[in-house]
């Protein structure tokens, strides 16, 4: 199984979209500041994930939420609750 996921970093608020094969370990990694990405914004909040059977179908999903426009503002209406 392979995962896009959402983060929500609760320093300032901003969200952050990744890609694993093993979801639980890469939130952990995130948590720990471990994510060069992450870590000058923790502490962080696992808000939204997909499971994609096919690598590449998961590789496309992220790096299209990654996009901007539409796509995260799609991304960002479906999960506004999270967000608030």
Do not use: C, W
């Not at 370990?25 to 990405?37: A, F, M, Q, T, Y």
């Amino acid at each position: 199984m392979y995962y896009v996921y959402v983060l929500k970093s609760l320093k300032d608020q901003k969200i952050y979209t990744g890609f694993s094969s093993d979801l639980k370990r890469r939130i952990l990694e995130h948590k720990s500041g471990l994510v060069k990405s992450t870590k000058n914004r923790l502490p962080v909040k696992l808000i939204y994930y997909e499971v994609f059977i096919n690598e590449k179908d998961a590789r496309n999903r992220e790096k299209y939420l990654k996009s901007g426009g539409k796509a995260k503002n799609s991304l960002k209406l479906q999960i506004r609750n999270s967000l608030s």
